[in-house]
C-alpha cells in the first residue's frame, strides 16, 4: 500500500550514541517533515523539506541534522543522543498545494537511557 | 506563524453521549482546516478538513465540524460517540496563501484526549 514508511519502530539509544531514522514515501510527494509527539506538548516540528536536496528548520532543532538526497527519503540523525530527545517522532509527507493535509508514517519510539 | 488551540485537553464522556472538541487558531486570513485522529500507539490519520465551501464539514466515523470565521473556529462534533472513539484528536491549520515556505505547513494544536466510558 502506498504511504510513509519509517525505520526503525523502537530503539533504545546510551547517552552520546548517534542514529539515524528513515522516512520512505512511494508517494511522489515533495514535501516531508519530521516532528517530535511529547505528552501535553502534541507535534513539534523539527526539520521539514521542500524538494530533494532542500531542508529546513522547523521549531526544535537542535540536537538533529537531516538529509534529503532522494525524493522519495527523508533522514533524521541524531549526532550524541541526549535523554532529553526521547520521545515519539513522526515522519510526514504532502503533495504540491495547500489544500492536502499530510500523510503520517507509523512513528518511531525512541528512549535514551 | 498561525497558533493553534485546543481549549481541553481531556474529554471524558459516556458511551452514547453527544461530544464536542474545541479548536480555535490564531489567523484571520484564509487557511484550510483539518482534523487528525491518533489511536494508541499508531500514526495520525485524516478525520476531515475544511478547504471551501459549506462551513458544515462530514469526515469518518460519523464526525462532524463547523467552521466560523468570525470566531475562528473549527469545532468537532459527534452526536454519539462510542468506546472505539477514545483517541487523541489533533486540530490543524495551514495557510492558503504562500507566504513564503510555509505554504501547506501545517500548525498543531496540543491535541485533545477523548475518552469514552461505558
Known amino acids: 500500500n502506498a504511504g510513509v514508511t519509517q525505520t526503525p519502530k523502537f530503539r533504545v539509544l546510551k547517552t552520546g550514541q548517534s542514529m539515524t531514522l528513515l522516512c520512505a514515501q512511494d508517494?511522489?510527494?515533495?514535501?516531508m517533515y519530521w516532528y517530535r509527539q511529547d505528552p501535553g506538548m502534541g507535534l513539534r516540528l523539527i526539520h521539514y523539506?521542500?524538494?530533494?536536496?532542500?531542508?529546513a528548520k522547523g521549531e526544535v532543532p537542535d540536537g538533529y541534522n537531516v538529509s534529503r538526497l532522494k525524493k522519495q527519503n527523508f533522514l533524521l540523525g541524531l549526532e550524541s543522543a541526549a535523554p532529553s530527545q526521547t520521545s515519539v517522532y513522526f515522519c510526514?509527507?504532502?503533495?504540491?498545494?495547500?489544500?492536502?493535509?499530510?500523510?503520517f508514517g507509523s512513528g518511531t519510539r525512541l528512549t535514551v537511557v | 506563524a498561525q497558533s493553534v488551540t485546543q481549549l481541553d485537553s481531556q474529554v471524558p464522556v459516556f458511551e452514547e453521549a453527544p461530544v464536542e472538541l474545541r479548536c480555535n487558531y490564531s489567523?484571520?486570513?484564509?487557511?484550510?482546516l483539518f482534523w487528525y485522529v491518533q489511536y494508541p500507539n499508531q500514526g495520525l490519520q485524516l478525520l476531515l478538513k475544511?478547504?471551501?465551501?459549506?462551513?458544515l464539514v462530514k469526515g469518518i466515523n460519523g464526525f462532524e465540524a463547523e467552521f466560523n470565521k468570525s470566531q475562528t473556529s473549527f469545532h468537532l462534533r459527534k452526536p454519539s460517540v462510542h468506546i472505539s472513539d477514545t483517541a487523541e484528536y489533533f486540530c490543524?491549520?495551514?495557510?492558503?496563501?504562500?507566504?513564503?515556505?510555509?505554504?501547506?505547513?501545517?500548525?498543531f494544536g496540543r491535541g485533545t484526549q477523548l475518552t469514552v466510558w461505558p
Open positions: 490543524a491549520v495551514s495557510d492558503r496563501f504562500d507566504r513564503g515556505s510555509t505554504l501547506g505547513r501545517l500548525y
Open positions: 510526514a509527507s504532502r503533495g504540491v498545494g495547500g489544500s492536502y493535509g499530510y500523510t
Open positions: 489567523s484571520s486570513v484564509s487557511v484550510y
Open positions: 475544511y478547504l471551501s465551501g459549506s462551513t
Open positions: 508517494m511522489n510527494h515533495e514535501y
Open positions: 523539506s521542500v524538494g530533494e536536496g532542500t531542508t
